[in-house]
């Protein structure tokens, strides 16, 4: 992998504060309009991004309707999406715990062939109480039992994806023969909670088999990303503790048999732009006078797994004992971690708490003038805390304009970042080597 920065556009709705759906310079569109992410994607393709990702949630929001709510099945649209662009990639996230193997193999392997080898799959093990109710279960599995689960469940994927190589489509006419059958192979895959027979009905795509994204950030998590993750987006509020993930988790892949550079690692970035300081840090207060405290004690609630927040006073200053202890909730882990950590550090109130929180939900927070702000990233790019960025606009279509326009412009004269693209899929924009289609990992039944 070339070492050049990357840049990944998170896309989310109206952009990522909790009171950008209400901002003047917000995209109005209703969310539930194509062109809304048309509109964006087209932004990020044109600054030559790496791909745009759309996150998922699968509960309703309770937010008492003073926050935007209600998101777009990631997979459908992103194949709208594929047709409205040419060249970006494409991440979906789907869950290993509300999903079938088989199922999710052909929807992503049919992406990637819409889009012509640009699909990546954005791997979560689903945390939200509310999710289990949705499909049936009873209770929701815990942290450990959901990395067990999703290890068979890529197991089983990544089997099914090299179970009908490209090569096996002969389509000849003249002959009369469209496929080579004894290159397909079923898996039969057998685990303890799994089970497919294969093989899949969905010929490998341009890219082999998607691009493996996973955002996991505790130990459990760090482990599944170093065995299968080809890119990572993970966040973190400074930058010392980015290099020490970024070092840990490289580390760690080097301990699976792979290299450092088979891992690109995206931390997430929230940056209010403006052309002084004083004009970013009045987008700021700009947001934050539109949010509402429901909506951020709802949010930080959920967080914690279902902690009620409402009986803590809004400006006193928070201690440890405000909190519930961290390896009771199982929710993200090292996430709620990190709330804690920045709250006792910085002697934060539950109002300022909550303040921090609705931009960017423990991603870092940049202000300031795009030079600025491409100083930040060249430093973390430099010192061994990112290979690039998880790009996270607080307003959409503002924000993201003035990155696309102002920031990446500098980071290309730096010569930092790619000035058209080198290649036609994400694979290739990640600087990452081609997959074969080797022999199934499968377990045999």
Not at 343 to 370: D, M, S, W, Y
Request: proline share 4%.
């Amino acid at each position: 992998m070339s070492h050049k920065l990357h840049l990944n556009l998170f896309l989310m709705s109206r952009g990522h504060h909790e009171g950008a759906w209400r901002h003047s310079h917000a995209n109005r569109k209703a969310l539930t309009d194509l062109q809304l992410y048309v509109e964006a994607a087209a932004i990020a393709e044109s600054a030559k991004f790496d791909a745009v990702f759309l996150a998922d949630t699968l509960a309703a929001g309770n937010s008492s309707g003073l926050a935007s709510s209600g998101s777009l099945e990631p997979i459908v649209l992103l194949s709208l999406l594929a047709a409205n662009t040419r060249k970006i990639g494409l991440i979906g996230t789907a869950s290993t715990t509300y999903s079938l193997p088989y199922t999710l193999a052909r929807q992503f392997a049919t992406l990637d062939h819409l889009s012509n080898g640009r699909a990546g799959w954005n791997i979560v093990t689903s945390w939200a109480p509310e999710a289990g109710a949705n499909y049936g279960l009873q209770q929701n599995l815990d942290h450990a039992d959901r990395y067990k689960l999703a290890e068979e469940f890529v197991e089983a994927v990544d089997a099914l994806w090299k179970s009908f190589p490209a090569e096996a489509v002969l389509d000849d006419r003249e002959r009369g023969l469209y496929l080579d059958v004894d290159r397909i192979k079923p898996v039969n895959y057998a685990g303890d909670h799994y089970r497919t027979k294969g093989p899949l009905n969905v010929p490998a795509s341009p890219q082999s088999r998607p691009v493996y994204i996973q955002a996991g950030q505790s130990d459990a998590g760090r482990g599944f990303a170093a065995r299968w993750a080809e890119a990572i987006f993970t966040a973190h509020m400074t930058k010392e503790s980015a290099k020490a993930f970024y070092t840990d988790v490289k580390n760690r892949a080097v301990g699976y048999g792979r290299s450092p550079e088979d891992v690109v690692i995206l931390p997430g970035i929230s940056a209010a732009i403006g052309s002084t300081t004083k004009e970013a840090e009045q987008v700021w207060e700009e947001l934050d006078a539109l949010t509402s405290t429901d909506v951020g004690l709802t949010r930080l609630a959920a967080r914690f797994g279902g902690h009620d927040f409402s009986g803590v006073p809004l400006d006193r200053t928070l201690t440890k004992h405000d909190f519930p202890d961290p390896d009771s909730v199982e929710a993200s882990k090292s996430r709620v971690i990190g709330y804690i950590d920045m709250t006792l550090k910085e002697n934060l109130t539950l109002r300022q708490l909550l303040r921090k929180l609705a931009g960017a939900r423990g991603h870092f927070v940049a202000t300031g003038t795009p030079e600025q702000v491409a100083d930040i990233i060249e430093d973390w790019f430099r010192t061994g805390a990112a290979d690039g960025f998880n790009v996270m606009p607080p307003i959409i279509n503002s924000q993201l304009s003035l990155f696309a326009e102002e920031v990446v412009p500098i980071l290309q004269k730096r010569g930092l970042f790619r000035k058209e693209y080198e290649g036609h899929t994400l694979r290739s924009h990640f600087g990452l080597a081609p997959v074969g289609n080797s022999e199934s990992i499968a377990r045999s039944a």
